[in-house]
């Protein structure tokens, strides 16, 4: 991929939810008028692009170049969840199409809901907002969040622990770091090393996601997505879901209805 371009406009942002296209084989042609950077949330597909394949699974990004296509067929073989950014820039990414894995990191997938979010609120500065969070995402897919095996042994019970009960009101950062048999300094720092972001933001980040998740069900009111979260306060909720996400609970609701 090529690092030396710049972002020359946004299209659009939007969120495909589940049910929008069923299973089976999709077929689209013509011609792609942007780019598209697109964040798969959760499903399994098989892509046919110009000639290539590609994988698309759970927290895996694709990219689609601009221009004619001799071949775009999509297989869905689990029904999921994308959010599409369709861009320009001034010169090209790459002439392929492609996919990147995504593996236990939270904060591009967290990018990619906050830059919908911004989108569709249509506030003042929106649009340059969202140009800003696009480079933040391609800064973060160039950075190399890589430790050596034997490090990330040492966080891994943390990991597992976290993401096992990040839905309770609490973890205690001494107590992960006690499980890890390490001290609560060097936690921190292998933390920030793997994912960018220290344990507490980690479990904060696992929570607003799953958030997210309940609130676009529409099955829960926000007093209740903040208990299934482990949050006693639903107002300390909101301040926090504002923080990640950019926008308000509620607002998020409306926005993410207007949008479909």
């Keep these: 991929m090529n690092q030396n371009f710049i972002i020359t406009g946004i299209s659009r942002v939007v969120l495909i939810g589940k049910n929008e296209y ?22 399994k597909s098989t892509v046919h692009f110009n000639g290539k394949l590609l994988a698309v699974g759970e927290n895996t990004i694709r990219f689609l170049p601009k221009g004619e296509n001799k071949e775009y067929v999509v297989e869905k073989e689990e029904l999921g969840e994308c959010i599409d950014v369709c861009f320009d820039t001034n010169v090209p990414l790459s002439n392929e199409a492609f996919t990147i894995k995504i593996r236990e990191n939270t904060t591009i997938g967290n990018l990619f809901k906050k830059i919908f979010a911004v989108w569709v609120s249509k506030s003042e500065g929106y649009y340059f907002e969202c140009i800003s969070l696009l480079y933040k995402i391609f800064a ?121």
Excluded: M, W
Aim: hydrophobic fraction near 35%.
């Design 22 to 43: 069923p299973k089976g084989k999709i077929r689209f042609n013509g011609h792609l008028f942007n780019n598209e950077l697109i964040y798969h949330f959760s499903g």
């Design 140 to 260: 973060e897919l160039q950075k190399k969040n890589y430790i050596p095996q034997t490090q990330y042994n040492l966080i891994k019970p943390a990991i597992e622990y976290i993401e096992e009960n990040f839905l309770r009101s609490k973890i205690s950062v001494t107590y992960l770091a006690d499980k890890c048999g390490i001290s609560e300094v060097y936690l921190k720092k292998l933390f920030i090393k793997k994912f960018g972001i220290p344990p507490t933001k980690y479990t904060i980040q696992l929570k607003i996601n799953h958030a997210c998740d309940l609130l676009r069900s529409k099955q829960y009111s926000i007093t209740q997505v903040a208990e299934l979260c482990g949050y006693d306060n639903v107002y300390f909720f909101s301040r926090q879901f504002k923080e990640y996400v950019g926008t308000s609970p509620s607002v998020f609701i409306k926005k993410y209805i207007s949008s479909k």
